[in-house]
């Protein structure tokens, strides 16, 4: 357990240290480039949704995603961990 939570802290600290060390940089992702890219194909074309949340800043938007990602990998890998180990169970049972 200790050593599960001073991995997840180092993630944590890992995914904040860009923030931290280049404060005034533009981490674009693929969102803006598209946005950028329908706007020059067709000018006048509105969005139909809008967003609930809009991040700050672009670091922060793309901090979020890897968190995010982080999170689902986190929760694939438990769920991987949980039926390898139930099949060493039942190797070991037989």
Same mark, same amino acid.
């Given at each position: ?7 997840? #802290? ?22 803006? @480039?598209?946005?950028?890219?329908? @706007?020059?194909?067709?000018?006048? /074309? @509105?969005?139909?949704?809008?967003? !609930?949340? =809009?991040?700050?800043?672009? =670091?922060? =938007?793309?901090?979020?995603?890897? #968190? @995010?990602?982080? #999170?689902?990998?986190? !929760?694939?890998? /438990?769920?991987?961990? #949980? ?12």
């Amino acid at each position: 357990m200790k050593r599960s939570l001073l991995l997840l #802290v180092f993630a944590v600290l890992l995914t904040a240290a860009p923030l931290l060390f280049i404060p005034h940089s533009d981490f674009g992702g693929t969102d803006g @480039q598209a946005e950028k890219t329908i @706007q020059v194909i067709a000018p006048h /074309y @509105q969005p139909w949704a809008q967003t !609930i949340f =809009e991040p700050p800043g672009g =670091e922060v =938007e793309t901090l979020l995603f890897s #968190v @995010q990602a982080a #999170v689902g990998a986190g !929760i694939i890998g /438990y769920i991987i961990g #949980v039926y390898k180990g139930r099949a060493n169970k039942r190797e070991e049972a037989k």
